[in-house]
């Protein structure tokens, strides 16, 4: 039976404030357990919680970011459940006028765009951190309680049903993310719980129009976390369905070291928040004049970027997407284009080797040894011909080793191309005379082994020799 | 009746609230009475009248995003029924 696959994500994510939401404790990630904490955070009897303006300013930036309709009448309520995590037996959020509304994304999948709408955003507060004495949550007797987080600040972006696959949910949370970053709202480190989704899925009968049954599974804070667990769930729900089976509708939880989902089989009854409004906090009216100068005063965001990329520089719109889904990244290749680097060239250069680099030691680009500026000046070295593309690879490992400027490197290396036709020639005639097959076979009509040739000059002017220069002498010879 | 004893039930346990058998009456009848009077309220004319976002005649009062001293970490667990390492100490969470 074939299905289609039907996925919802929603987005939590912490914002980057000195303080709480509704209390002056710091947020600082790795503090000692229970000592950013007070009467207002946990929860005791008659404190007044007061919200942080910080929080709504970075909420709604984000909603105009998220293309959302920013509600110009905003409150908080409660939402009532049980949890140790939560002091209060209630968790401060937003209920039925949420911060902001009818938002999308547009993500690109295989070179293909589409439009992924958001249905809301709400701010809350962030709950504690549980440390269970066994090693999970079932076999352990009693739970250590660190209430640090409680009350850090979030924003929950919940997006409609609109994504089909685990690659597109991926691409949607790398794009969120994006936004996020660009706005510096958030610090979106994934593996300090900054940002992570909890996902729904279910599949239906292709050509089916109502949803299936589905299973949520929460807190994953890793993109191959959330592709892994939901290509787990599909197969899984896919094989109760072709077997003739119901899907329960339930939370799994999420084995990353065994790379399956696990029910969470709790003998709760259905879950009702039994939300209301809250009675110590007062309403936040945002008018459309604040909205327009909030709006004004939004940085260029990722999509705008993309697009200038494509237009300024002439890149392709993989390479745009690929140089803006990081701001450090995009403001890097500015910074070098403005240094007066040949844009293509940088683009190659930062998308190639310095990925690489980056990518292999695990680092941001805003660790790297090589600046937007000395990335500029080597580039500019291979445009002007002083050094070769291959050469610069040498360069490049020097720089990334020692953030040496490239210029400094190529001298005292004595790394410059050789582009005196005088000196390759000597080099041209000795190859000549040392390898008469392949000049034979060159001049016998097989045009190829010029490139053995070519490669044998590169070789004895230890890579210094213009290519160029070299198949041109070369051939000035053999055919003559 | 608006309330039923099972509507009760559930709501025990969604508080966290044991019942006696024996007060199962009473206190279905107390969440009729409530129901009731909001009925009373239902069946006034409100039309032009605003809703009441909130009983009180104010909005927008926020904080600066400015740390404030946090509780000793000795204060904070002073009233908790157990303790361990500087956390709060809880009971089992989940049942198998």
Redesign the interface.
Known sequence: MSYETVIGLEIHSELK???KIF????TTFGA????????VC?GLPGVLP???????EFAIKAGIALNCKINN?S?FDRK?Y???DLPKNFQTSQFDLPIAEFGYVDIEVDGKVKRIRITRIHMEEDAGK??HSGTT??D????????NRTGVPLIEIVSEPDISSPAEARAYMEKVKSVLEYLDVSNCKMEEGNLRADVNVSLRKVGATELGTKAEMKNLNSFKMIENALAYEIERQEEILDDGGHIVQETRTWDDAKGITLS?R??E?AQ?Y?YL?E?DL????TTDEEIEEYRRGLPELPDARKERFMEKFDLSSYDALVLTTSRQMADYFDAAVRNGADAKLVANWIMGDLSKHLNSENKDISESLVTAENLAAMVTLISKGTISSKIAKTVFEQMWKTGDDPEKIVKEKGLVQITDTKAIEEIVDAVIAANPKPVEDYKGGNAKSIGFLVGQVMKQSKGKANPGLVNELLKGKLDA | MKVTAKDVE?VA??S?LELKETDMEKYTKHLNAFLEYADVMTSLNTDGVKPT????P??????????????D?EL??SNAP?R?????????????
């Open positions: 404030t000195n303080t209390c002056g404790c710091a000692e357990q229970n000592t950013n904490v007070c009467p946990l007061v919200i942080n303006k910080r929080v709504v009448f409150k009532n049980y949890y140790p549980l440390v949550i079932k352990s007797a009693t739970s250590n309680v660190d209430y969470m709790t003998k009854a009702d039994r409004p009675p007062l309403p936040i009216i | 559930s346990i969604l966290r976002d909130h009983v009180l104010l909005q927008n009062v926020f904080r600066e995003d400015v740390v404030k001293p946090s509780l970490r904070a667990l157990q361990e390492d500087g956390y709060f100490k809880v009971p089992k969470i989940l049942e198998d």
